[in-house]
């Protein structure tokens, strides 16, 4: 895929809060849209019959998982995550706005000026929309990049970057088989979240 082709991305995140090595993943899947279509009927082929009404890793057994990864390894896109450590109990947030920051001057190195993020509540989207805003100063003068917010379940472009962030989770708690399989179209950004 050319940077020129790339103009959306589609973000979900995992995280784990811990005294002492917690961390946040934020991950974004960046597909042409040209083949966005082929993406969500992938995305819902592998939901098969299951009765949740998305994708969701922390669902899976690890056979499903290794599926689930191989699926997304097998898509024309690729996946930007950022991970910031360390993210002590009840500092997810701040975590969550630093990794934000942080994607978009690196989703908009890659020509990427859309992105959507899964809804949380009102007052969480409205924290990542002032997030963005703030984070649009960093970028060139001019430069335009624009969020918005939707339910996972309305939109299967979201399951990918669900999936890349519980394979990089699942990677930092000592399995990295799943990850393995995505290395190919995958590019990691490590924060420091202390300071």
Request: proline share 4%.
């Amino acid at each position: 895929m050319s940077n020129d082709a790339a103009r959306m991305a589609y973000a979900d995140e995992s995280f784990h809060e811990a005294a002492h090595g917690g961390f946040y993943v934020l991950a974004a899947a960046v597909f042409d849209e040209s083949v966005h279509d082929t993406v969500r009927t992938a995305m819902q082929t592998l939901r098969g019959k299951r009765q949740t009404p998305k994708l969701h890793w922390n669902e899976m057994d690890t056979r499903q998982r290794t599926t689930a990864a191989a699926a997304v390894a097998a898509l024309d896109g690729f996946h930007i995550v950022a991970i910031g450590t360390p993210v002590p109990r009840t500092r997810q947030e701040r975590a969550r706005a630093m990794c934000l920051t942080r994607l978009v001057t690196e989703l908009h190195s890659f020509s990427v000026s859309d992105l959507v993020i899964e809804s949380r509540t009102r007052q969480l989207d409205a924290r990542d929309i002032a997030t963005v805003r703030g984070a649009r100063f960093l970028l060139p003068k001019g430069s335009r990049f624009h969020v918005v917010h939707v339910p996972g379940k309305q939109e299967p472009l979201l399951w990918p970057a669900d999936l890349v962030a519980g394979a990089v989770r699942a990677h930092r708690q000592g399995d990295a088989t799943f990850r393995r399989q995505l290395e190919h179209c995958l590019y990691e950004v490590e924060l420091d979240t202390h300071s």
